[in-house]
């Protein structure tokens, strides 16, 4: 198993506001461009890049109590995990563990730790489909 990788970063943009329709064309909206440059700037070379199977684990502090779904804020984060160099793809991650705590005004924050598991995980005890 690999060494952990820990670190803080902004709260993200929603799904909702990460893309943008231009025409017939999808393109990542201004504000998701903003948030992908500060992972590559926080995170780029700061740790190597992950191989094979990881295990995501995720807190998230939102800036205020409104009502918000955790997915819509998992999406733009993953990218811009993958953006920032710490994987290849998001398809590594096979294990995912996210949380919404309680707000962090003004700002919010997300705390994230990756874990390569290369495996380790399918010897666990866990069910498997038999057909």
Known sequence: MGADVKFELPWPPSLNRYYRHVGPRVLISREGRRF?????SRLGG???KLAG???LTGEFFPPDSRRRDLDNVLKCTLDSLVHAGLMEDDS????IDVRMED???PEGLVY????EINGQEKKN?????SN
């Open 125 to 129: 005890g866990r069910r498997a489909c």
């Open 36 to 40: 992908r440059m500060m992972c590559v």
């Open 46 to 48: 700061a740790f190597r």
């Open 112 to 115: 994230i730790e990756l874990e």
């Open 53 to 55: 199977r990881v295990k």
């Open 92 to 95: 590594q991650i096979k294990h």
């Open 103 to 105: 707000p962090v005004p």
